[in-house]
């Protein structure tokens, strides 16, 4: 894996259109139309892209981040993300309709 980049976890119906080529391309919203800011907070920011990709439209992205060294310790384990992801399957397995995670890319630094 190249440097700074995430280590991805594709769901199984998107892994031939959500490449980890594809998926960083769109994180540095190369392939995007437009992208609107919809919330920016110090621990995440959550952005709707407009993709190029006609089968994938839209897409939010959640960007975490771990501001100090105690939270990255604290997250280690069980990021924020795949506590959202886990949430999310939990509900949909309910019948309940929320939204569907495609990818989740985990980015560690000096082991954290």
């Given at each position: ?55 994938l ?21 069980a990021s924020?993300?795949d ?30």
């Amino acid at each position: 894996m190249p440097r700074n980049q995430p280590a991805w976890r594709v769901t199984a119906e998107y892994r031939d259109t959500l490449s980890p080529a594809a998926l960083n391309r769109l994180i540095r919203r190369e392939g995007v139309r437009r992208s609107h800011p919809r919330r920016e907070l110090s621990s995440r920011t959550v952005t709707l892209l407009e993709t190029a990709l006609p089968e994938l439209p839209f897409l939010y992205l959640k960007e975490y981040r771990c501001p100090n060294f105690t939270d990255r310790v604290k997250h280690l384990f069980a990021s924020p993300a795949d506590r959202e992801r886990r949430t999310a399957l939990r509900i949909a397995e309910r019948g309940i309709s929320t939204f569907e995670p495609l990818a989740l890319g985990t980015l560690r630094r000096f082991g954290l």
